[in-house]
């Protein structure tokens, strides 16, 4: 009888269970490792927006802080921090602005909260250690400077440096020269300051007096002063349209220039000064210029000119001003001699239809609607009489007239009224003596409105009759005809006087 034994192969029941316990073994790793990966994940949002674990500000832990809470502990600081000053022996306080010290506490936040709320990162932080945060803080070395310089006692003068000066009389330039004097050096306190201050702990500063030289030396100041010089005998020269010249001469140009400190603090630039340059060239334009004058027509009913008062002349403006001021400003600037041109534009003369006034002998006015426009008073020369117009409507006279007699003829032209008296002693003492027959002294002359020097609108109660030629050049009237035109005009009123 024959037995078979049953043998295992290879791989057989113990190669399944060790397959198992690796599948096994496996998955509790991956079970680990998600647990791991949702805490770990869960850990890293509780930092969002916030200092990771480690990180110190001012060597203080600020982790989990949001930036406010930090910036306001980077405020807090920079407040509590006194600087003591101790210059000679005199000690005194100073704050970090006054200083030019600038702390950015929100840059200074925004720095310590920047992760990017990256899960790797906020895990790796935990055995990382320390992170820390240096406050962000600027120096403004001119105010820390400026700050130095001001510790010079009023007992010890300061350095003053030379000073280029204009003198207006003279129309010259020249040096006041500078001094030394006593003083700290900027640059170490400046140096100071920028060392200590970003740690936002109060410091002090040991600074002593020192003989300081001036920033500008007087060969630094004789240098602009030369230059100006130089620039003097550049030539400017503006023609106009009608081939007139004018010239800016060496007296005229010398304020034009300015000495202007320069970037290194050390001289001046030269540099022009604009506006009086543009305050030379509206001078010159004006003469250039030619006021239009306004011309005055009168009219029948039919609008049908009857006669023309004064002629309509057109006027000229100077166009290019402002850029014969840029040309001459940028000549002198680069050094170079300067031709400039003035070009023109026209200007157009109005004319006022002025309707023909028909022969009135009251007070009353000859308008039968409210009339618009200027007001203005016409002089007939011709006819002997005074007309007041509202633009083109006659709205008083015309009345009749006194002008002046041969040898005193009233003047003639458009004018406007400078000088309203309600009663005025006239005489002309000053150039005839009591003895003269030409001498004449005239007591409380009323209603008297000057349009053209001595020459004047008024009321004469020594005449009787009116229409002829017989003052001494101003236009007499019945004293209460001269009142209601002292009532009805006021200054700037313009007068036109013709034949």
Request: glycine share 8%; hydrophobic share 35%; proline share 4%.
């Amino acid at each position: 009888m024959s037995t078979v034994t049953e043998m295992e192969t290879p791989g057989g029941s113990h190669g399944r269970a060790g397959r198992r316990a690796a599948l096994i073994i496996v998955a509790i790793v991956v079970v680990l490792a998600l647990v791991g990966i949702g805490g770990s994940v869960a850990y890293a949002k509780q930092y969002d927006g916030k200092a990771l674990p480690g990180t110190t500000v001012l060597g203080q832990d600020v982790a989990g802080q949001s930036p406010a809470q930090i910036a306001d502990l980077v405020t807090t600081h920079a407040e509590a921090v006194t600087v003591t000053v101790t210059t000679n022996g005199e000690a005194r306080e100073a704050t970090l602005a006054d200083l030019g010290v600038s702390v950015d506490a929100q840059a200074t936040a925004a720095k310590a909260a920047d992760h990017s709320g990256d899960v790797v990162n906020t895990v790796k932080s935990a055995f990382d250690g320390t992170r820390t945060i240096e406050p962000v803080v600027s120096v403004d070395s001119a105010v820390a400077g400026q700050y130095a310089k001001s510790l010079v006692s009023d007992e010890d003068a300061a350095a003053t440096d030379a000073q280029v000066v204009y003198d207006e009389d003279a129309k010259t330039w020249s040096v006041e020269p500078g001094k030394a004097g006593q003083g700290v050096d900027p640059a170490a306190f400046v140096e100071a300051v920028s060392t200590q201050a970003p740690a936002l702990k109060s410091f002090s500063i040991e600074q002593q007096t020192q003989e300081v030289q001036p920033a500008i030396s007087d060969e630094a100041a004789q240098q602009a002063v030369d230059t100006i010089e130089q620039r003097l005998d550049q030539t400017v020269i503006v023609t106009s349209a009608n081939g007139k010249s004018y010239e800016a001469s060496k007296k005229t140009r010398g304020d034009w220039y300015s000495p202007v400190l320069n970037e290194a603090g050390d001289g001046y630039d030269v540099k022009v000064d604009d506006s009086k340059v543009a305050d030379w060239v509206s001078g010159r334009a004006e003469k250039v210029s030619v006021e239009p004058v306004d011309g005055i027509e009168q009219v029948d009913d039919a609008g049908n000119v009857t006669k023309v008062i004064s002629e309509k002349k057109d006027g000229s403006e100077v166009s290019n001003a402002d850029a014969v001021t840029q040309q001459i400003v940028t000549g002198l600037n680069e050094g170079s001699n300067v031709e400039a041109s003035f070009e023109t534009a026209p200007v157009a003369a109005k004319v006022t239809k002025a309707k023909t006034p028909t022969a009135s002998t009251d007070s009353s006015t000859t308008a039968t609607a409210e009339p618009t426009g200027e007001k203005w008073i016409d002089v007939n020369l011709s006819d002997k009489t005074l007309t007041a117009y509202v633009g083109e409507t006659p709205v008083y006279g015309p009345k009749k007239i006194v002008d002046g007699k041969k040898g005193y003829e009233t003047v003639t032209g458009t004018f406007h009224i400078y000088n309203r008296l309600e009663k005025q002693d006239m005489t002309n003492a000053s150039k005839y003596p009591e003895s003269d027959s030409r001498y004449y002294y005239t007591k409380d002359v009323p209603w008297v409105q000057y349009f053209e020097g001595g020459y004047a609108i008024h009321g004469a109660p020594w005449r009787s009759s009116f229409g002829y030629s017989g003052s001494h050049g101003c236009v007499n009237m019945r004293p209460s005809e001269a009142k209601w035109v002292y009532n009805w005009a006021s200054m700037g009123t313009k007068v036109v006087v013709h034949y």
